[in-house]
């Protein structure tokens, strides 16, 4: 099974993602950039992002009311 779309969330001081966007790699790739303060890897500061409920309600539209 592929994957037709990704989204990466990304802070830019998140060692883990420190080698940049993924975009210029992978097509179906779509980049966003967040800020998460000074805890750059924190997994709840990005799930508390805007950026990542767009990205859960793009992949599963029936979750919206």
């Known amino acids: 099974m592929n994957v037709a ?12 993602a420190c080698a ?6 992978w097509p179906g790739v779509t980049d966003r950039h967040v800020d998460n303060g000074d805890k750059a890897h924190y997994v709840a500061h990005y799930l508390s992002k805007q ?5 859960v309600l793009t992949a599963l539209p029936g979750l919206a009311p």
């Open 5 to 16: 779309a990704w989204t990466n969330i990304r802070d830019q001081r998140d060692p883990v």
């Open 20 to 25: 940049g966007d993924l975009k210029p790699w």
């Open 51 to 55: 950026e990542a409920g767009a990205a």
